[in-house]
């Protein structure tokens, strides 16, 4: 039987890193940096945790595909525990479907708090990593090779139905992947539209789409091949390989973006967008595997780890509890308690109170040993 394998510190602190980037949207750095127009400092700051508009990438852009990454990194630690434990085949990919429903349940629950019935919606990232994952864990039994020919074969596939789908000619090849008028937005206007609701579907606002799982499983193929470098380097790093592969996939999807075959946009995932978000998180993970692993500084990492050990419960945590405690501050403290500062900073202050609150929710559950997983 081989030995359950241990956890990786370096993951769980890149994943805590990640889910504290989520919380921290409790910060509202946008709303005040709207108070301090002039600052350069409340600028930067909002621009990082704010999507951009259509192309590009910010560093709040990043937290979705990095959630994404991380669970094909953690995939191959996870069927080499199961097994070890004696797990058969049948029984892990019947787990790997359970798994999945759970955590598409999960997003459309969350996309529905604040409806009046259900709201049947896929664009959610639980939701989105919950219809990849039984195709990526079928993958993650497979070679190598046929893991990166899946890959080219979802991103090129991809793009061609893209690229072939009829759009009005004077907005050119670049039309194909304009706001609201795509292959994935006309998609959504028949598949959601099946679904019962209490308006007919005609758009997302941002431009997510329920498609976009299918380049996101890309994503979770290449932290796929990250979990296996690791897991096959141990207990040396595959640094070399991760920067390899974080210049490799930074560069070509520059390349297909400036080269307007493919641009760079998160909000519809598109093959460029796989590769180059997929390169930076091959970047993030050999900084922190650097870092904590190959220089051995790890009391830094542990509040992160903290978070990243616990990720599920995080994420429902920023998602239900953030209005909750808001309105018992003022309830309880007064509308003014957190202008000790001005007003404009007030967002900031009871948004720090309140990611306290949820750190200290999770420390609790850490030394407790309570750990939401599905």
């Known amino acids: 039987m081989n030995p359950v394998p241990v956890r990786n510190q370096a993951v769980d602190a890149y994943r805590g890193f990640v889910m504290f980037l989520m919380m921290a949207e409790v910060l509202h750095l946008s709303q005040v940096a709207r108070a301090f127009p002039d600052s350069w400092l409340w600028q930067t700051l909002s621009f990082h945790q704010s999507h951009v508009a259509w192309e590009g990438c910010s560093l709040h852009d990043m937290i979705q595909p990095s ?6 990194v953690a995939l191959p630690y996870s069927i080499a525990s199961r097994m070890a434990k004696g797990s058969a085949m049948g029984p892990l990919f019947g787990h790997a479907c359970w798994r999945a429903l759970v955590l598409i349940a999960m ?7 604040h409806s009046q019935q259900t709201n049947f919606t896929f664009e959610d990232t639980l939701t989105q990593i919950g219809l990849g994952y039984p195709f990526l864990f079928l993958l993650g039994l497979q070679p190598p090779r046929w893991q990166w020919i899946a890959l080219g074969a979802i991103l090129f596939g991809y793009w061609l139905v893209w690229a072939l789908y009829p759009v009005a000619p004077e907005l050119g090849f670049g ?4 706001k609201a008028d795509n292959y994935g937005a006309a998609f959504d206007r028949w598949f959601l539209n099946l679904f019962p609701r209490a308006t007919p579907f005609e758009g997302n606002r941002g431009g997510y ?8 499983l890309g994503t979770m193929i290449l932290g796929l091949a990250a979990g296996r470098w690791l897991r096959e380097s141990a207990p040396k790093l595959p640094l ?3 920067l390899i592969a974080a210049a490799a996939g930074i560069a070509a999807g520059l390349v297909l973006h400036f080269a307007g075959v493919c641009p760079i946009v998160k909000r519809i995932w ?3 967008w796989t590769l180059f978000s997929g390169g930076l998180c091959f970047l993030f993970l050999a900084g922190f595997s650097w870092v904590i692993d190959e220089k051995g500084h790890r009391r830094w990492a542990f509040p992160l780890v903290v978070i990243g050990m616990n990720s599920i419960a995080a994420y429902l945590i920023a998602h239900l509890w953030d209005r ?3 309105d018992s501050f003022r309830i309880h403290l007064g509308a003014d308690f957190f202008h000790f500062t001005g007003p404009e900073m007030a967002p900031f202050w009871s948004g720090a109170a309140v990611l306290g609150i949820f750190y200290w929710i999770l420390l609790w559950m850490y030394r407790r040993k309570l750990f939401l997983k599905v």
């Open 175 to 178: 039309g194909h992947w304009m």
């Open 209 to 216: 789409l329920t498609l976009s799982f299918i380049p996101t």
């Open 324 to 326: 909750f405690l808001l």
């Open 107 to 113: 997003g459309i629950f969350l996309r529905s708090t």
């Open 240 to 242: 070399r390989k991760f």
């Open 270 to 272: 598109t093959p460029s």
């Open 67 to 72: 959630f994404s990454f991380l669970v094909g």
